[in-house]
């Protein structure tokens, strides 16, 4: 069955711009999860939907926001982007919620830098 | 705050060795442990896992050790090959809360022919 799909999976924006990036999570599956990956911090927890409801929230500002839609898949939103904000950006789906029990399956990421 | 740390940014084994990858975690509430494998540009992949139940746990060549009293935990390759070159992350999930990983920096695994 298909993987994860992240798209796009290289993006370039200007300072003070907004994006957004979408997930299409491994078919049947209902939990998405992003995460930010930057060198000097690892992989950092955004926010995790489920069923269009975001359960869970990482220590990020307001400036990310998410979504989920009826067929599962997420976007996630950067608004008025800061150089900072450079980095892979990834999303995980789960049969549900519950990472002990599911575990999680990543996409490939896509690759935000902000100039 | 870095709740789940990797010391060693990178690590060199040659192959047939072991190879030895290190992670110390700070939060007590973390019960669930995993490590991830990354190749550039790919998404990371789950490896192995452990329960906070255990102190061992065993898959084909892979390995990870659980010392609660220390809050450490490390994963065992052996015997070492090429193909498992990558960045390796180290993950904890906390008993109660939300779902979420808490990962470490990465260590980045060379193995030499």
């Known amino acids: 069955k298909a993987g994860v799909t992240q798209t796009p999976r290289y993006l370039i924006k200007t300072r003070g711009q907004q994006v957004t990036l979408s997930c299409s999570p491994i078919s049947g599956h209902r939990s998405v999860s992003w995460y930010q990956q930057t060198p000097g911090q690892g992989l950092q927890f955004l926010f995790e939907y489920f069923s269009e409801t975001q359960r869970n929230k990482g220590n990020f500002p307001g400036r990310f926001s998410g979504r989920q839609f009826s067929n599962s898949r997420s976007e996630m939103n950067v608004s008025t982007l800061e150089l900072g904000d450079s980095a892979l950006y990834l999303c995980?789906?789960?049969?549900?919620?519950?990472?002990?029990?599911?575990?999680?399956?990543f996409g490939s990421g896509t690759r935000l830098t902000v100039v | 705050d870095q709740q789940v740390k990797q010391n060693s940014p990178s690590l060199s084994v040659q192959e047939g060795r072991i190879s030895i990858l290190n992670c110390d975690y700070t939060n007590s509430m973390f019960d669930y442990f995993l490590w991830y494998k990354k190749y550039p540009a790919e998404g990371p992949t789950f490896l192995i896992s452990i329960s906070s139940i255990k102190d061992k746990n065993e898959d084909g060549r892979f390995t990870v050790f659980l010392n609660k009293s220390a809050k450490h935990l490390s994963l065992h390759i052996v015997p070492s090959q090429p193909g498992d070159s990558a960045v390796y992350f180290c993950?904890?999930?906390?008993?109660?809360?939300?779902?979420?990983?808490?990962f470490g920096t990465g260590t980045r695994l060379t193995v030499i022919p």
């Open positions: 995980a789906s789960s049969l549900t919620t519950g990472i002990k029990v599911y575990g999680y399956t």
């Open positions: 993950a904890a999930s906390a008993r109660t809360g939300a779902n979420n990983l808490f």
